[in-house]
C-alpha cells in the first residue's frame, strides 16, 4: 500500500503496460532493422520503425542467466550474487524490479525460458520452461508445481500462453509482461514448416572468419570456434551424420528429435538425412568443410529466427487489435549478443562487439516522444530503473542502472548521459573455456582484463579497428590511452563496488 501510496494520481491514471519479449543468443547480426542483408525480419523491423532502435545497447555480463539476474535487479552480477550458469542459483528473496512493479500495483507475468535455477518470484502468474527448455512440444514447470508437454513448436507455444495470459488478466489494472523464448538458442531446431528455408541461400563469411588471434592469448585458447568445437562428430549442430548410421548423433540430438509426432519425426529425418547424404557425397576437407559447417550453423540459426518474427508479429498484431499499444512499451531484447562467424566463432562470452553488444528495440508508449536511432551507451541495467520510472514508481538508490526514460523522451543528454559502460564475465572452468575477463568500454576505446587463470591485458581502438584484430595495449602510439582507459577502469570498478579491484 505504501508503494501505491508513492504514485502521484498521474502516474496512477497513465501507468503504462509493459511487454517485454526477451530471446536467447539472437544478435543484433540477425536482425534486418540493424542493416543485415541476409535475414529479413520484418516484424521486428516493425517495432524500430515505428518506436526507438538502440545503436549501442550492451550487456554487463554475457551469458543467459547472468544476464537475466543483471535485467531483473538492475545490478551487475557480482552485486546480485548471479555469476556464472556453472554454479549458479539466483536469490529470489532478493529486491527485483518485478516485485517492486508488484507492490505498486502492476500484475507481473512471465511465461517462456527461466534459467535461473530456483523458481520465479515477484509474480502473479508464471509458466516457465524447464533449463533450457525444447523446441519441439517443450515440458512447461506451472506456477501450481506441476509440469506437462504442450504440444507444438515452443516459440508459437509461448506466444499462445502469453495471449492466453492477456486475455485473461484484469482489464482494469496495469501489468508488465515478460516473454521469454527459447529462440535461438544452440542447437537451432526449425520449425518444420521452414524445414527447407534458407538451403538455396550462401552466407557471406564475415571479413575476420579466418582470425589467427595473433597477439590474443585468450582468444586462442576458447573452444567455440566453428572449425573444431562446433560438434561434427556428435552431429549436434549441423546435423550431419553418415546415412543409416545415426549412431553418430548425440543422445540429447536424438532425445530433442524424438519428442515429435511419429509423421513429423519422419519429415525431420528424412529432410536431414538428404543433407547428411550430400555432405558424404563431396567429401569435404580443410576450409572447404569448415565453410560447409558455417552455411549449415547460419540457415538453421535463420530458420529458427524466422519462425521467432513471425511471433513477435502475432504478439504485436494482438496489441493492435485490442487497442492496447498506444499505452503499452513494447520491448524487444536478447540476453546478449552472438558470433555469427566472426573471429570464426559461434556462441558468447567475450567482451568483444559481437556478444557484448545486444539488439534493443522500443515501440513507446503515448507522451514519449523519440523516434529513430539511440546512439548513447545503454545497458541490460538500465532496463529495471526504466520500466520502474516509467511506471511512476520510486527507484531504488541501491540499483545501479540508469534509467533510460530521459533518452526516450528526447531530452538532450549531452554531457549528461554515462560516457563509459563496464563488463565482468566470471565463468570459468567451463564450457568453450573462455577465460575470466573484466573490461571498460567507452565511444571509440575497449581496455579488457583476463585474469586469474591468464594475465593478459588488451586495447582496441574502434573506431580505426571496429571488428577487433589488433590488440594495441603494448603499442607506444597508444601509451597515454591505455592510462586513460585504465583510470576509467578504477573509476567504475569503485563506482560498481566490484570486489576484484581489492585483489
Not at 557480482?78 to 512493479?101: A, R, V, W
Not at 508464471?126 to 504440444?151: R, T, V
Request: hydrophobic share 35%; charged share 25%.
Amino acid at each position: 500500500m505504501a508503494a501505491m501510496a508513492a504514485l502521484s494520481a498521474q502516474a496512477q491514471s497513465q501507468r503504462p503496460n509493459i511487454v517485454y519479449i526477451m530471446t536467447d543468443d539472437h544478435t543484433a547480426q540477425a536482425l534486418s532493422a540493424y542493416g543485415n542483408s541476409h535475414l529479413q525480419t520484418p516484424n521486428l523491423d516493425r517495432i524500430a520503425e515505428e518506436g526507438v532502435l538502440f545503436r549501442n545497447s550492451f550487456v554487463a555480463n554475457s551469458l543467459s542467466g547472468p544476464s537475466r539476474a543483471c535485467m531483473l535487479t538492475g545490478k551487475h552480477s557480482h552485486i546480485n550474487g548471479f555469476t556464472n550458469n556453472e554454479h549458479g542459483i539466483f536469490d529470489g528473496s532478493q529486491q527485483t524490479m518485478p516485485k517492486l512493479l508488484q507492490a505498486a500495483g502492476y500484475q507481473t507475468a512471465l511465461i517462456g525460458k527461466w534459467h535461473l535455477v530456483s523458481e520465479p518470484t515477484g509474480f502473479d502468474h508464471w509458466d516457465i520452461l524447464i533449463g533450457q527448455g525444447e523446441y519441439y512440444n517443450p515440458l512447461f514447470h506451472h506456477q501450481d508445481g506441476s509440469k506437462s508437454i504442450e504440444k507444438g513448436y515452443c516459440t508459437n507455444v509461448i506466444t499462445d500462453k502469453a495471449i492466453n495470459w492477456m486475455e485473461q488478466r484484469d482489464k482494469d489494472r496495469p501489468f508488465i509482461l515478460f516473454v521469454h523464448h527459447k529462440a535461438c538458442h544452440r542447437n537451432w531446431l526449425p520449425e518444420l514448416k521452414y524445414l527447407r528455408e534458407y538451403e538455396d541461400q550462401t552466407f557471406e563469411k564475415p571479413a575476420n572468419f579466418w582470425d589467427n588471434y595473433e597477439g590474443r592469448i585468450a582468444a586462442q585458447q576458447q573452444e567455440m570456434a566453428i572449425a573444431s568445437n562446433h560438434d561434427m562428430d556428435l552431429a549436434y549442430d549441423t546435423k550431419a551424420y553418415l546415412p543409416g548410421d545415426q549412431t553418430r548423433l548425440s543422445q540429447a540430438y536424438i532425445n530433442y528429435v524424438e519428442r515429435l509426432e511419429p509423421e513429423l519425426k519422419k519429415q525431420y529425418w528424412t529432410f536431414y538425412d538428404s543433407i547428411s547424404c550430400d555432405f558424404k557425397r563431396q567429401n569435404l576437407t580443410g576450409k572447404d568443410l569448415v565453410e560447409w559447417k558455417y552455411q549449415r550453423y547460419m540457415r538453421d540459426y535463420a530458420k529458427v529466427t524466422r519462425t521467432l518474427d513471425d511471433n513477435v508479429g502475432r504478439l504485436m498484431d494482438y496489441l493492435r487489435e485490442n487497442g492496447m499499444l498506444e499505452n503499452t512499451l513494447v520491448v524487444y531484447t536478447s540476453d546478449q549478443g552472438f558470433y555469427m562467424g566472426e573471429h570464426g566463432w559461434f556462441d558468447k562470452r567475450f567482451m568483444y562487439e559481437e556478444s557484448l553488444s545486444t539488439p534493443l528495440l522500443m515501440r513507446l508508449p503515448d507522451g514519449y516522444k523519440r523516434r529513430g536511432e539511440i546512439t548513447d551507451m545503454v545497458q541490460n541495467i538500465d532496463y529495471a530503473p526504466t520500466f520502474l520510472e516509467m511506471a511512476g514508481v520510486k527507484v531504488p538508490s541501491d540499483i545501479q542502472g540508469k534509467s533510460l526514460v530521459p533518452l526516450l523522451k528526447g531530452e538532450k543528454t549531452i554531457g549528461k548521459w554515462r560516457d563509459a559502460i563496464y563488463y565482468h564475465f566470471h565463468e570459468y572452468p567451463a564450457e568453450h573455456a573462455v577465460k575470466r575477463h573484466y573490461g571498460v568500454r567507452t565511444e571509440r576505446y575497449k581496455l579488457i582484463h583476463f585474469y586469474n587463470d591468464i594475465d593478459a591485458w588488451e586495447l582496441y581502438d574502434l573506431q580505426e579497428d571496429p571488428t577487433e584484430m589488433k590488440n594495441v595495449y603494448d603499442d607506444p602510439a597508444y601509451a597515454k590511452v591505455r592510462k586513460q582507459m585504465h583510470k576509467k577502469l578504477e573509476q567504475m570498478q569503485k563506482m560498481y563496488k566490484d570486489p576484484i579491484a581489492k585483489k
